[in-house]
């Protein structure tokens, strides 16, 4: 029996062009973020932790905030990717330790319609994270993508995931075949995980397309 692709897919540097979490400290956080960031990296911090203090540095009000995602830019060959994997019967889901306001705000912006998983910012007399889709065990990550990809996989799917940077690692570790670049490409190097390089969708299709023969995979 032929097996067919289920894409998993990161938000943050991946389909945008620019990572909207780091762009929005930048831009919204007071001094001391940076090294925050650094504790998050090094394991230290649990994106919930490493979240919120750096969200206790914002002082920017919700209609700025807002108005800010709405300036979203994204890799324009996700949109043509999108259509290709609909056409072959490729479902997608969009897997992000970010924020899915901004994320809604983008799909609604570009008329897509694609299940997504990601934290919430909430505002009450400052910003709070909620991570909705929390491993209560590990808590690692706000949202655990290796036990979303794997309540998600479809019998008889391959799991594909693409990604860009540290929260990334645990589901490409999971997945039967990784996309990588920057920071993911780097760690799946160090931890001996295949992986093919991607510099935007449309490296990824081609590859995809290369692979199908080899892979025994039906599409429509």
Request: proline letters at 2%.
């Amino acid at each position: 029996m032929n097996k067919k692709l289920m894409f998993f897919i990161d938000f943050d540097g991946t389909i945008s062009r620019e990572d909207m979490c780091c762009a929005m400290v930048t831009k919204f956080a007071r001094e001391g973020w940076e090294e925050i960031n650094l504790l998050w990296e090094a394991g230290c911090l649990s994106t919930e932790e490493c979240a919120q203090r750096t969200l206790d540095l914002m002082t920017v009000e919700p209609e700025e905030l807002d108005a800010f995602f709405g300036q979203v830019d994204i890799d324009n060959s996700f949109i043509d990717f999108v259509n290709w994997a609909e056409h072959q019967g490729y479902p997608i889901s969009i897997l992000s330790d970010g924020y899915d306001n901004y994320i809604k705000k983008v799909l609604t912006q570009y008329g897509l319609s694609i299940t997504y998983y990601a934290n919430h910012l909430e505002y009450e007399q400052g910003w709070r994270i909620k991570c909705l889709h929390l491993d209560k065990e590990c808590k690692k990550c706000g949202v655990c993508k290796t036990e979303l990809m794997q309540e998600l996989i479809q019998p008889g799917y391959l799991r594909i995931y693409i990604g860009d940077g540290y929260s990334d690692i645990c589901p490409a570790e999971s997945a039967d075949i990784v996309f990588a670049k920057d920071k993911l490409a780097h760690l799946c190097q160090e931890r001996g995980i295949t992986f093919y390089h991607y510099d935007c969708f449309y490296d990824v299709q081609r590859i995809v397309q290369e692979l199908v023969g080899t892979l025994n995979v039906s599409g429509d």
